[in-house]
């Protein structure tokens, strides 16, 4: 039974300007720890969390006050259980871990479903876009709070590897090593297609009202097909039909006029009914907007490659770079490309291709192949 955790709360009372030039009048950051602070505060490792993840990447956590029934029991024991804690790949002996949720998150950070202090309603549509650099702000103003000058790590998986990238090389004097598992470099145009349709999907939703739907109806058709559309690119299709095979057709699986007829519309189905019970759909569009727009450039304030990791190699960084060659959501091909901009600033990355049937998700699945090379990495 993992151990017992709790979420923290950092918040700052200041103005937090974003990149789009608006501003939030305060901020909060709901956060999660394991492993104990140093001295001098030199063993921290920052880990960012994937599109629809949470801060609790480790032990069990029962409730988060404040997020009503979102907090399903799926979510109650960490994402990354079997990477985190004593004697794994990132030992709890040795470091100290912090995980935030996002800005514009649902489990606790401040987001569309927090209240505006203006006005004393939900934010809804009135909260703003959130990049990756602002991210990484917020962020740093938490690590400042607990007194962490530099860090040992940033880790991210999926988008919380393009967290990592954008923590690297905005504040490249506050990390020394970075681990990167199966993100990239900069969204690409297929990805900004399929989140554009998810973007749609939740639109359309006549419930949506613009974002203005707390205390009514929310979104849920939307989300839910938002979230189907996503699935098919985190998980291998190989893998969606062998655990489709073993589902058995749910008898409400029937729409205004269409019955669902086979196992892997059912699966798919049942995906997005159990994801809309889980997360807010304000914040799924504020995330996936965040990575659609996501370049490494803009986010860095470079003007190309080199510059941006010129910055990296003066700060004499070392970086590990996961690729998945089953990926359909961040292809292979998007991890050479960084690894190409890397060695061209002389950065020197070691580049690690996982062999897997398990696809996007394989970082979840997997903890074996992923192990040796990251506790080598951090030690």
């Known amino acids: 039974m993992p151990a017992d955790t709790s979420t923290q709360f950092f918040t700052s009372d200041k103005a937090f300007k974003l990149r789009d030039g608006s501003s939030l009048p305060s901020l909060t950051l709901a956060y999660e720890t394991w492993g104990e602070l140093n001295a001098d505060g030199s063993n921290a490792i920052l880990l960012f969390h994937a599109l629809s993840g949470s801060h609790h990447a480790s032990g069990h956590n029962p409730g988060i006050p404040g997020i009503g029934d979102l907090w399903q029991p799926e979510l109650h024991d960490g994402w990354w259980e079997n990477m985190i804690g004593s004697g794994k790949a990132i030992d709890t002996d040795r470091y100290f871990v912090i995980c935030p949720n996002y800005l514009g ?12 202090p203006a006005n004393g309603k939900h934010w809804g549509s009135d909260f703003p876009s959130v990049s990756a650099a602002d991210q990484v702000n917020a962020v740093a103003l938490l690590l400042d709070s607990l007194g962490i000058a530099t860090l040992h790590a940033t880790i991210g998986p999926s988008v919380g590897g393009l967290i990592s990238l954008t923590f690297a090389t905005r504040l490249s004097h506050r990390v020394r090593n970075i ?5 990239g ?18 639109e359309n939703d006549p419930n949506f009202n613009a974002g203005d739907f707390y205390g009514k109806n929310p979104p849920t058709y939307g989300l839910a097909l938002a979230r189907m559309i996503s699935h098919k ?29 086979d196992q892997f519309q059912s699966y798919m189905l049942h995906q997005g009914k159990k994801f809309v019970r889980r997360f807010d759909a304000n914040t799924y569009l504020r995330i996936i907007d965040m990575w659609s727009r996501y370049d490494a450039l803009f986010e860095g304030d470079a003007e190309t490659p080199e510059e941006l990791f010129a910055k990296c190699k003066a700060a004499d960084q070392n970086w590990l770079v996961f690729s998945i060659d089953s990926d359909f959501c961040f292809y292979p091909e998007e991890q050479a490309e960084l690894v190409k901009y890397l060695e061209s600033a002389k950065v020197a990355p070691m ?11 394989s ?16 030690r």
């Not at 893998?239 to 095979?245: D, G, M």
């Not at 580049?351 to 998700?361: A, E, P, Q, W």
């Open 105 to 116: 998150g649902c489990y606790g950070s401040t987001g569309p479903a927090s209240i505006n």
């Open 179 to 183: 681990i990167t598992v199966a993100a």
């Open 185 to 202: 470099f900069k969204t690409t145009v297929l990805n900004r297609l399929i989140l554009f349709e998810q973007i749609l999907a939740i």
């Open 233 to 261: 690119t985190f998980v291998h299709l190989d893998s969606i039909e062998n655990r489709a095979r073993q589902d058995i057709i749910q008898a409400d699986d029937i729409l205004a006029w269409y019955r669902v007829s």
């Open 351 to 361: 580049h690690i291709t996982v062999h897997s049937d398990k696809g996007h998700d």
């Open 363 to 378: 970082f979840l699945l997997e903890p074996d192949l992923y192990t040796p090379h990251i506790a080598w990495m951090l």
